[in-house]
């Protein structure tokens, strides 16, 4: 198989919107409503950077082979800049919607839990798609990843139905939560050169591809919470191409600084 750019790009993109959204979900750690999802969040946190580990060592590998340079999973962790990761913008978003003013607002678990919905259904039909890739490392890493992702989407479904068909206060904070995140997810589905390069080498799917199945099953969890679809928005934020919001830095300064005050230590 032939190694292109466009396969080591691809690869970093999975790799890096696993493990900033799983370096968000640690937040809750030792504050979760309840000790049950403190421990539950924790896992999945784990879960998330257990696959970017083993995406960033295939990348690692892919780069010797394009490149000739060697890297390490910690280079691509804590050693990149802001512009060079390739997450989804919707990984890197904090844990409360637009309104809150500062970066201390408390945390709102509905944002949390809407967020670990829409990315865990989608990853649920890609890393399907990804098992018969014709990257056989990929194809690998795509057989155990579903099996912890499938776990991470009834989570988040159960609990999207407990709020949205639960109370006064749960349901509108779980309708606020989808409104504002909804929107992030068309930069799921925009196709660009990286995807179709992937898609003609047989290596992955185009996401577009996986939209309408992902939005049946997007549609049949919130018709049983009892929450609206927002209407579809025109803008698609963009940081699968490095791109991000204002939040990014912040992300990675408190996941970076102890790596970069100590550089080539092991721990």
Known sequence: MDITPQHLQYVLRLADT?????QRNTEWCGHGPILEEDIALS????DLIGQARLLYTHAASLEQQLTGRSRTEDDYAYFRAEREFANYTLAELPHFGPLCGTAQAEKDYAV???????YSTLMAHLWTALTTSTD?????IASK?????SYHVHH?????????DGTEESHPRAQDALNYLLPYTREFFSTDSVEETIAAAGIGPRTSDLEAAWLD???????EATL???EAVKHITTGKHGEHSEHMGFVLAEMQSLARQHPGANW
């Open 18 to 22: 696993a493990l900033i959204l799983g």
């Open 43 to 46: 896992n999945m946190s784990l």
């Open 112 to 118: 949390t839990i809407v967020r670990n919905f829409l």
């Open 136 to 140: 056989e490392q990929l194809a690998a």
């Open 145 to 149: 990843s579903i099996k912890e992702t």
């Open 156 to 164: 988040a479904r159960e609990w999207l139905i407990r709020f949205g």
């Open 217 to 223: 099953d997007v549609r049949a969890t919130l018709d």
């Open 228 to 230: 609206t679809l927002p």
